[in-house]
Structure formats: structure tokens, C-alpha cells
């Protein structure tokens, strides 16, 4: 089995982008991905997007993108797992390049969310959750995270200040990356007295509708010493996957992400490393309780303790294990086919040092983790620089 | 999105009915499926309609075929003798559902859908 080095990195500005496409989107992500490894072809890619029907109209995405891209004969495919689509292509990439049959692999995702209105935006969405008995009931992704906030809240003590003060963190943070859809910070204020969603959760605690792609380039490390040298090698070190149940309803626990746990025992157990050897993490905040919870499945916190540590400020910049640099997607933004891959891109420049303003002091390792739905799937990766 | 009636009625039995399955080790699945964890055997099991709220939300911003309702009560209803379902919470006001709350599940009318304005019909929860 071949190690993988992440060798090129492609992002564009995210936001209400009415002027591109969904081809557009992804092509320019991917022409800048390949622009920054330096290459002129990839052997395959692989393009997570959750609904390209629902959203966009657009279905047989891997023939659209490698048209538009210009790379056809190239193999590729669409893969999906929900929000965690783009985790997922960047996987089956790595197990690609790992396992000899191509060198140099394109993956990344997509989402076109904002050329339908919001109520269908909330039913497409809806649609990562179990269609005919929670969507039909009328819940709505919101509400799933704010029943396990809930949850949460009353097992752990867990607090309304607290869950808000992830979204000012990652504000914070956000406001310094010029790619982010709402790079500007906010206060606690603004976010307690935001217009509510499903209650507890208000607007300021949930990750915003957004257009978007990101790209990453994977290659055999041993190629990667020999032709790309341009920047620190970063080496993909862990990977792991895991489902759970699709109806929340179903789980015997719904105060941890249980498939998060898991996808992170698997990454940790392949890279040789445990959670205090994670330097920083990309996590998925798509509203502020995933966060506390993800950080506590993750290992980085006991079970409880997640809410007390973005209150004691360890997951900010300056914190001992600091969250989301990016702005995650509260501040980022969610274009949910392809925010795996814009995690994949963060922490690969904060380990090459090219994080600009939110450039961390030298970090060696960093994790990534991606869910899709209520947490029916998770993606991990461990990445190093060498 | 249309819902066609075979989609809707297929799923009858358990909106209607509350028709679920029960294993041998005494796990009860909502909806019934075609093959049990482990290979258990499991017979049909129909779910109480007495339960308890779990943990709830209350919806502000629904999908649209929902947006007549906001603001609404959803939660997660634990029946008696085993089994879970997602259920709107209704004929109180949502400012008074609690965690632990008893609740009554009802048949109710969820809905009109597609260019035929087919009635669905389904359980929502009502306080005991």
C-alpha cells in the first residue's frame, strides 16, 4: 500500500454566487486545485454533491464535470453520503491512489443550493434524513440538531451562551478567511437574539445556505517527493468511515454522534495516533451543538465537557486545540456536497503554513471530520506534514 | 416534491395503524423491514398509543409543505412497551410541551400534495 500526499489545494469565494453555475463552481475550484499541485492531467476524480436534482437540475455530474473540466477520457464519479459527500469522494480517492491503480486523483465536491427558494432548500436538505418518517412528521434539519441540543442541554448542563459561543468563535475566525461566505465576526448578543429556527436553535446557530465547490489534487507520496515540490509534503495518515442508524429516533443515545466516535477510533488506530496528538481540527459545525458534540466524539473532551471548552476558549486559535480556523461552516459557509473537501484544504494549508491571518504557530497534525444527515455517516482523516 | 399514491400507500399500515415489528430478544422496529440485525425472527407487533416526549423542538422555519403550520411542536414520542417515532406534537400550546410530557398518539390529517391534492394522513401526538 503506497502512502498519499495531498499535493494541490482549490477553493473559490463561497456565497449567494447567482452568477455561477454549478459547473462553473466546481471547474473553477478544481482548475485552481490543479493549478496549485502543478499538474496537467488527473488519471480519475471523484465529485461529492448531495442533490444535484433537487438543487441544480442536474444529474450525471462526473460526465459534466469532466467535460467542463476538459479531462474527458478521465474516469470519475459522482458519490454521495448526504453532507458528508465530499469526505467521502476524498476517500475513495486516497484508497485509489493507496491502492496503485492511479497517481494522480482529483477530488472535491459541489453544491448549488440557492437557485431554488428556501423552503425547497429546506426540503431537499430534508431529504438526508428518513424521508417518510421524519420528514414527513415535519422535521426539518434544524430540528433534528435542536432535539439533540435539547438532549444535550438537559443530560450535560450544556448552555444556550455555550452553543452561541461557537458561532462567535468561528465568526472570529471566519472573518480573517477571505473565501468565507459571512467573513466578518459577530457578537454573543447578535447571536442569542437572531430569529429562531427550531427552537433552541436560532438562525446565527445554524450554518447558512451557500454556493460552493473545493478540490484537492491526491498523488503517491514517493511521486509527490520526486515532482511536486512546491510546497510542504502533507500526507493523508488516517481515514475512516462509519454509518449509524438514518432516523435519529432510532438511536439508544442521542446526546453523541456515535458514527463520529467511530470514524475517528478508525483514523486514529490507522495513523498511530490518539486524540492529544491532534494539533487542530476542521469539525462539522452545520449548527453550533455539532460542534460541542463532534469535539466530544472526537475524544478531544469527555462526554459533557465540549460545551465548558468553548466557553474557557480552548477551541479558539489560541486555545489548546483550536476548532474550525476555516470559520467552519457556521462562518464559511455549507455548500454541503462540498465542504468535506474545503476541510481537507484547510487543514492542508494550516500544516503547509499558508493559512494567512489565521495561520496557527506551526502545527503538525490536524484532523478533518465531515458528517452527513443527523450523523448516519462520518468521514475522518488524519493529515501530517512531512 | 408529489408524493404518487403508491409511495403513500405503501406506508399505510404503520401511519394508520401503528403497525411495527417486535424480535425475538424483544426490539421493536418502526417500520416493520425485510431482514432484522442479526437474523432475528420478529413478529408484526402493533406500538401503543401512549408514550412520552423524549426531547422536542419547536419548528419556526418548516419545509414548505409545512409552512402553514409554523410555529409547531416535533418531538420524539418513546411508546409503551417499546418502539420510537417522530411526531408532531399538537392541540397544546408549544410553549408547554416538556421533556417527559405524556402524550396520546392521534390519527390526523398531515397534509395536501401534488397537482391531484392528495390527502395524507398520519399519527401526530396530543397531550394525555
Known amino acids: ?50 442533490s444535484g436534482g433537487l438543487f441544480a437540475a442536474q444529474e450525471h455530474l462526473a460526465s459534466v464535470m469532466a467535460d467542463y473540466l476538459g479531462v474527458t477520457p478521465a474516469a ?26 492511479s497517481d494522480i486523483v482529483l477530488v472535491g465536491g459541489v453544491e448549488k443550493m440557492t437557485d431554488i427558494t428556501g423552503e425547497e432548500a ?81 438562525l446565527l446557530h445554524c450554518s447558512p445556505i451557500t454556493d460552493g465547490a473545493a478540490a484537492v489534487i491526491l498523488c503517491p507520496l514517493k511521486l509527490a517527493r520526486e515532482k511536486f515540490k512546491d510546497h510542504p509534503l502533507v500526507v493523508i495518515t488516517g481515514s475512516g468511515h462509519a454509518t449509524d442508524t438514518i432516523a435519529l429516533h432510532s438511536r439508544e443515545d442521542i446526546t453523541t454522534i456515535k458514527a463520529a466516535r467511530i470514524s475517528a477510533e478508525k483514523a486514529y488506530k490507522m495513523a498511530g495516533v490518539g486524540p492529544a496528538d491532534i494539533d487542530f481540527a476542521e469539525v462539522h459545525d452545520c449548527f453550533t451543538i455539532a460542534e460541542i458534540m463532534v469535539t466530544e466524539a472526537l475524544g478531544f473532551f469527555e462526554p459533557g465537557k465540549g460545551g465548558p471548552a468553548v466557553e474557557a476558549g480552548e477551541t479558539s486559535r489560541e486555545g489548546s486545540k483550536p476548532i474550525n480556523t476555516s470559520g467552519g461552516l457556521k462562518s464559511k459557509g455549507h455548500p454541503v456536497g462540498a465542504t468535506g473537501a474545503a476541510q481537507i484544504i484547510e487543514v492542508t494549508r494550516q500544516l503547509r503554513g499558508e493559512a494567512g491571518k489565521r495561520q496557527l504557530d506551526n502545527p503538525r497534525r490536524g484532523l478533518a471530520q465531515n458528517m452527513g444527515g443527523s450523523g448516519g455517516s462520518s468521514l475522518v482523516h488524519i493529515l501530517e506534514v512531512r | 416534491m408529489k408524493i404518487r399514491s403508491p409511495r403513500y ?117 396530543v397531550p394525555e
Open chain 1, 122 to 202: 429546506t426540503f431537499a436538505l430534508s431529504t438526508a434524513a428518513d424521508t417518510e418518517y421524519e420528514g414527513y412528521n415535519g422535521i426539518t434539519f434544524p430540528g433534528l440538531y435542536a432535539m439533540m441540543a435539547r438532549a444535550h442541554m438537559e443530560k450535560y448542563g450544556t448552555t444556550l451562551e455555550q452553543l452561541s459561543q461557537v458561532a462567535v468563535k468561528n465568526h472570529a475566525n471566519g472573518a480573517l478567511n477571505p473565501e468565507a461566505q459571512y467573513p466578518f465576526p459577530v457578537t454573543l448578543e447578535t447571536v442569542m437574539n437572531s430569529t429562531m429556527v427550531a427552537e433552541p436553535l436560532r
Open chain 1, 76 to 101: 470519475a464519479a459522482r458519490v454521495e453520503t448526504a453532507c458528508a459527500s465530499a469526505g467521502l469522494a476524498v476517500r475513495l480517492g486516497w484508497m485509489e491512489v493507496m491502492s496503485g491503480l
Open chain 2, 9 to 125: 400507500h405503501r406506508e399505510t399500515p404503520q401511519r394508520y395503524r401503528l403497525e411495527a415489528a417486535k424480535t425475538e430478544s424483544g426490539k421493536v422496529y418502526f417500520p416493520p423491514r425485510v431482514y432484522y440485525p442479526g437474523g432475528e425472527k420478529a413478529q408484526p407487533y402493533k406500538m401503543s398509543d401512549r408514550g412520552r416526549v423524549i426531547t422536542y423542538t419547536v419548528i419556526h422555519t418548516p419545509a414548505a409543505e409545512y409552512s402553514d403550520l409554523a410555529p409547531f411542536a416535533v418531538g420524539i414520542i418513546e411508546l409503551e412497551g417499546g418502539g420510537r417515532i417522530t411526531a408532531q406534537i399538537v392541540d397544546v400550546d408549544p410553549s408547554e410541551v416538556k421533556t417527559g410530557m405524556r402524550v396520546k398518539v392521534e390519527f390526523r390529517r398531515m397534509r395536501t400534495e401534488g397537482d391531484e391534492g392528495l390527502l395524507c394522513y398520519g399519527y401526530k401526538v
Open chain 1, 1 to 50: 500500500m503506497r502512502e498519499v500526499a495531498v499535493i494541490g489545494v482549490g477553493i473559490h469565494k463561497w456565497g449567494e454566487l447567482w452568477d455561477m453555475s454549478i459547473r462553473d463552481m466546481f471547474v473553477t475550484a478544481a482548475r485552481n486545485a490543479m493549478d496549485d499541485a502543478g499538474v496537467d492531467h488527473i488519471d480519475s476524480m471523484y465529485i461529492g454533491c448531495m
